[in-house]
């Protein structure tokens, strides 16, 4: 599906809120990447018409940060951490898991479009490791059994709630809430007693000699 009329407005919407407006460069591209699943050439000619800045140079963006996709991702983007702390506790079998489960390997989508797998660095929430995020929401504490279960969930179409987010949507929409952040899902809960558990203790055991 090309660059809808309706997203190339949008596009010029985002970049009327930089003072610059090649600042909006990396929200425009997550809306390109939601209308097309992917970042296209259409997609990288539109950024750089609205812009007016050359395809090179979006491209040097889109292929420098990881979260923009050249393939199709379709429905999920499931993301599992093996990064140091979740790798230690367990984040390298919940990946086999994943992939046994699916047929897919990193950076590849299944056969029906249903999930697109990668192996993911830190998602600087360690506290919970290992980590799996499905549309880049959090599902904590997972296991082999409980990430499996939950692509299941997925499959089925049944609802499934991110740990500490919303209820899952889909990578589109999650990509459209990355260009236009004011959806009012960010209300959703994203810390918990555990992960400022180091936080109390510090408060209550100030370092002798601290400044205040
Ligand atoms: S190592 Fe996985 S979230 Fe930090």
């Not at 090309?2 to 009327?16: G, H, K, L, V």
């Not at 990396?26 to 296209?40: F, N």
């Not at 750089?48 to 429905?75: C, D, H, Q, S």
Request: aromatic content about 6%.
């Amino acid at each position: 599906m090309p660059i809808s009329d309706q997203a190339r407005a949008q596009m010029r919407e985002i970049a009327a809120r930089y003072p610059s407006a090649r600042s909006a460069l990396l929200p425009m591209l997550h809306l390109a990447q939601s209308e097309e699943d992917a970042i296209t050439t259409d997609g990288i000619n539109t950024c750089a018409e609205v812009l007016g800045i050359t395809p090179a140079e979006v491209t040097a963006v889109a292929t420098f940060y990881t979260m923009y996709k050249r393939e199709r991702v379709g429905k999920h983007h499931i993301g599992v951490c093996i990064n140091t702390m979740c790798g230690l506790l367990g984040g390298d079998a919940v990946w086999d898991a994943v992939v046994d489960a699916t047929g897919a390997s990193h950076n590849t989508t299944t056969p029906d479009g249903e999930f697109f797998l990668e192996r993911i660095e830190c998602q600087a929430a360690c506290t919970h490791a290992p980590v799996m995020t499905v549309d880049w929401e959090f599902m904590d504490d997972v296991t082999p059994a409980s990430a499996v279960e939950i692509l299941d969930r997925l499959r089925r179409g049944e609802q499934v709630q991110a740990t500490r987010g919303p209820v899952i949507r889909d990578f589109e929409a999650t990509e459209r809430t990355l260009a236009f952040p004011d959806d009012g899902l960010a209300d959703a809960p994203s810390v918990d007693d555990k992960m400022l558990a180091g936080l109390k203790i510090a408060r209550e055991h100030p370092i002798e000699g601290e400044n205040a």
